[in-house]
């Protein structure tokens, strides 16, 4: 996990001195529902709470979280930084769990050798985090959406994979998997997974 921080640390940590672009004009300095912590359950429940577009998406973790960064900020205008650092820390997430959902799939592979397969999981959850590819998900405040859903995805991804028979990682599992849904509906194919 050491390995995966310094990866992302070292090619995205930078990210936290870059401003608001494009559409985060829209869904963070221009939405006044985020300004307040207690506008998180309406967020659920209203469209019109999640941004000014003119066809706003129904992303309503997004949001939520959104209204929760603006209160971390302490001022009356949302921090970049803040947002910035958020999106690092969501794809820091991502990262170390996919390299425990590899790790799990490499390790049930029959006759599969623990120090290989844990350095396999590696170089997967390595390369995912620093390609370029996920360059628009770290860097645009915007894609905070693609970062909560991955998350969610592969939470729900690792229970499915260690579960046992047991309700309880099954209902942690439907909820996390939900929690990706509502964060950006992309997740939604996954279910096939």
């Known amino acids: ?11 995205w940590g930078r990210t936290i001195g870059y401003d608001f672009v494009w559409d985060d004009h829209l869904l963070v300095l221009e939405n006044k529902s985020i300004r307040e912590v207690k506008n998180i359950p309406r967020m659920f429940v209203s469209l019109a709470m999640q941004s000014g577009e003119i066809a706003p998406s129904y992303r309503p973790m997004r949001t939520a ?39 799990i799939l490499f390790d049930s592979i029959p006759g599969a050798k623990e120090p290989y397969s844990r350095f396999a999981a ?59 849904m509502y964060s950006y509906e992309s997740a939604v194919p996954f279910a096939i997974v």
């Open 1 to 11: 996990y050491a390995v995966i921080i310094a990866a992302v640390l070292g090619v």
């Open 65 to 103: 979280w959104y209204a929760v960064l603006y209160a971390l900020g302490g001022k009356s205008e949302p921090q970049a930084w803040v947002f910035h650092l958020s999106n690092i820390f969501w794809h820091l997430a991502a990262c170390c769990l996919l390299f425990s959902v590899v790790r």
């Open 122 to 180: 590696l170089l997967v959850a390595v390369g995912f985090a620093v390609h370029p590819a996920n360059s628009e998900a770290v860097c645009w405040v915007k894609c905070l959406d693609d970062l909560m859903a991955a998350v969610f995805v592969f939470i729900s991804m690792r229970l499915l994979l260690l579960w046992r028979g047991g309700t309880v990682a099954y209902v942690a599992a439907l909820l996390s998997f939900a929690a990706a």
